[in-house]
């Protein structure tokens, strides 16, 4: 079964750096996209960085310039280094990846389970 793992969150005072790791198991594929998302309490869930296959990286107008979205050799992690942070960045950060099947075409979308970021004024 497939599982995506995040760590790294946490509190951090604002202008502050946090780090963030997203590791998937239970496949032997390498991930096609890999992403992040976050939701602040109240708000819809929104994209921060994706990164696909070949390392093409897209990020939100919000972040850019502050975060940085990598993956690491085995193509099945990604990571997120969050710079400057602001109160406004305050939210649960969800890892996603697209997962080629283990039989047929295609592939699967999976979430990890969360981790929060809170960034003290």
């Known amino acids: 079964q497939v599982q995506l793992v995040e760590s790294g969150g946490g509190l951090v005072q604002a202008g502050g750096s946090l780090r963030l790791s997203c590791a998937a198991s239970?496949?032997?594929?390498?991930?096609?996209?890999m992403g992040w998302y976050r939701q602040a309490p109240e708000k819809q869930r929104e994209l921060v960085a994706t990164i696909s296959s070949a390392d093409g990286t897209k990020y939100s107008d919000s972040v850019k310039d502050r975060f940085t979205i990598s993956r690491g050799n085995t193509k099945n992690t990604v990571y997120l280094q969050m710079d400057s942070l602001k109160p406004e960045d305050t939210a649960v950060y969800y890892c996603?990846?697209?997962?080629?099947?283990?039989?047929?075409?295609?592939?699967?979308?999976?979430w990890g389970q969360g981790t929060q970021v809170t960034v003290s004024s």
């Open positions: 996603n990846a697209d997962i080629p099947r283990a039989y047929g075409r295609g592939t699967v979308n999976y």
């Open positions: 239970g496949t032997i594929f390498s991930a096609n996209a």
